[in-house]
């Protein structure tokens, strides 16, 4: 899935949808479950296909995360991930933190600020 393509669908979703910030536990639950699906679709289910289903997933819910795509240096690699409004890396091994966001995706209201349900 080209990033275009990914933020075309994150954007409008985010804002849609996605009411309140989701926790790390809810947040890291849909993850793995995106990743459980993912192994049995006959297609290439990497960490862009991944975020963008858990953030579709959470929206459908009144959830929100941050989207995040980045680079690391030596070696050169791209990687796409999502954090909490803290900043916590959701569902992601330490390793990840050598990853600069180039581009985040936070939820964005378009109406009055909604008060989180905690």
């Known amino acids: ?35 459980w699906v993912g192994l049995f679709l006959p297609t290439r289910v990497a960490c862009l296909e991944e975020s963008v289903g858990t953030v579709v997933a959470l929206a459908l819910r009144g959830r929100h995360v941050v989207w995040c795509h980045g680079v690391s240096g030596d070696p050169i690699e791209f990687h796409a991930w999502l954090r909490t ?24 209201m378009t109406t009055e600020e909604k008060v989180p349900h905690d």
């Not at 804002?15 to 479950?33: D, I, K, N, P, V």
């Open 1 to 35: 899935m080209p990033v275009r393509v990914a933020v075309a669908v994150l954007v409008p979703t985010m804002t849609a949808l996605g009411a309140w910030a989701a926790t790390l536990t809810e947040s890291e639950t849909l993850c793995l479950a995106v990743r």
């Open 85 to 108: 409004q803290k900043g916590e890396p959701i569902a992601q091994p330490p390793s990840t933190s050598r990853f600069l966001a180039l581009l985040t995706i936070p939820h964005t």
